[in-house]
């Protein structure tokens, strides 16, 4: 989770658009993940 924490703060001022798509994918796992419990 870190690893992606660091790419999404790193990357969030050069590429909104890209930092935007991780944070929604990184949500959507985040639920993925909780529903499987």
Known sequence: M???GQF???SAI???VAS???NV???YW???Q???R
């Open 8 to 10: 999404s703060t790193k």
């Open 14 to 16: 050069q590429h909104p």
């Open 30 to 32: 985040a639920a993925a």
């Open 20 to 22: 935007f798509i991780h």
């Open 34 to 36: 909780s529903v499987e």
């Open 2 to 4: 870190t690893h992606f």
């Open 25 to 27: 994918g990184e949500n």
